[in-house]
């Protein structure tokens, strides 16, 4: 059993673990009550973004050089490309449950359209950061580092699933974090990213979904969706002649 030697390690698992942890519990709270405003829901991934930045400019023991280190030394023969497929479960657990006939928010359209447009913007900002950061990997692969796209995009498929699944399986709701949180940290284990750039990842990948969810243009827009199209028709005198006026909405 390997054991770690230094208490930055802990440092990073508590940190991320209970930012997640108070995170499900404060977008319960306000699942229930929808006159939370939008800055208290957004406290844990702006936590989670601010404590990263600090992680990634910092110097010292909270120093992401440091971390990194910290944790390479206490797992040094780790080796696994689970995140490259951990980071989908969240998604195929909700069209899953979809199948199964578990009640969720939306339906199976709604939710995809929600998915696809979060994944299109959070990756806009991820990778339009990572070019304009141009931060080299721990393991100086390349300078694709910051933030880390393989966290953010596990943490918008997690929190589609929160927001489909709180009010109906909370349980189901909860477990995409299990996984996105995982992925974050395999990534860093992995040596291909350092603490900060989970961490901000993951902040981004909650916040963009949120903004999403929210957005109210986006909610009824279906074009899928049959319509119905509303005809009337009404006799009409004016100036001595006689006419038929028509409104037709659709």
Request: neutral net charge; proline residues 4%; aromatic residues 12%.
């Given at each position: 059993m390997m054991k770690c030697k230094n208490a930055g390690f802990f440092l990073f698992l508590m940190i991320f673990a209970n930012l997640i942890m108070y995170g499900q519990k404060d977008s319960l709270v306000i699942e229930q009550t929808q006159q939370k405003s939008f800055l208290k829901k957004s406290i844990?991934?702006?936590?989670?973004?601010?404590v990263g930045l600090v992680v990634n400019y910092s110097n010292g023991t909270i120093g992401k050089e440091n971390l990194q280190e910290q944790i390479q030394n206490?797992?040094?023969?780790?080796?696994?490309?689970?995140?490259?497929?951990?980071?989908?479960?969240?998604?195929?657990?909700?069209?899953?449950?979809?199948?199964?006939?578990?009640?969720?928010?939306?339906?199976?359209?709604?939710?995809?359209?929600?998915?696809?447009?979060?994944?299109?913007i959070n990756n806009a900002i991820t990778y339009g950061l990572k070019n304009i950061t141009?931060?080299?990997?721990p393991n100086g692969e390349n300078n694709d580092s910051f933030p880390s796209g393989h966290t953010s995009n596990a943490f918008v498929m997690a929190t589609v699933l929160h927001h489909e699944f709180i009010n109906t399986s909370p349980w189901l709701a909860y477990s995409g974090y299990l996984f996105a949180t995982?992925?974050?940290?395999?990534?860093?284990l992995n040596n291909k990213h350092w603490v900060s750039d989970v961490l901000v990842g993951a902040g981004i990948g909650i916040l963009v979904t949120d903004l999403v969810y929210r957005f109210e243009p986006l909610k009824n827009w279906n074009p899928f969706k049959s319509k119905k199209t509303t005809v009337m028709i009404?006799?009409?005198?004016?100036?001595?002649s006689v006419g038929i006026y028509a409104n037709i909405v659709f």
């Amino acid at each position: 059993m390997m054991k770690c030697k230094n208490a930055g390690f802990f440092l990073f698992l508590m940190i991320f673990a209970n930012l997640i942890m108070y995170g499900q519990k404060d977008s319960l709270v306000i699942e229930q009550t929808q006159q939370k405003s939008f800055l208290k829901k957004s406290i844990v991934p702006l936590s989670l973004i601010g404590v990263g930045l600090v992680v990634n400019y910092s110097n010292g023991t909270i120093g992401k050089e440091n971390l990194q280190e910290q944790i390479q030394n206490s797992f040094p023969d780790f080796e696994s490309n689970a995140d490259d497929f951990l980071l989908f479960v969240p998604a195929l657990t909700m069209y899953t449950a979809d199948l199964l006939k578990v009640k969720s928010k939306n339906n199976a359209f709604d939710q995809t359209k929600y998915l696809v447009v979060s994944l299109l913007i959070n990756n806009a900002i991820t990778y339009g950061l990572k070019n304009i950061t141009n931060v080299e990997r721990p393991n100086g692969e390349n300078n694709d580092s910051f933030p880390s796209g393989h966290t953010s995009n596990a943490f918008v498929m997690a929190t589609v699933l929160h927001h489909e699944f709180i009010n109906t399986s909370p349980w189901l709701a909860y477990s995409g974090y299990l996984f996105a949180t995982t992925t974050g940290v395999f990534r860093v284990l992995n040596n291909k990213h350092w603490v900060s750039d989970v961490l901000v990842g993951a902040g981004i990948g909650i916040l963009v979904t949120d903004l999403v969810y929210r957005f109210e243009p986006l909610k009824n827009w279906n074009p899928f969706k049959s319509k119905k199209t509303t005809v009337m028709i009404s006799p009409t005198y004016f100036e001595n002649s006689v006419g038929i006026y028509a409104n037709i909405v659709f």
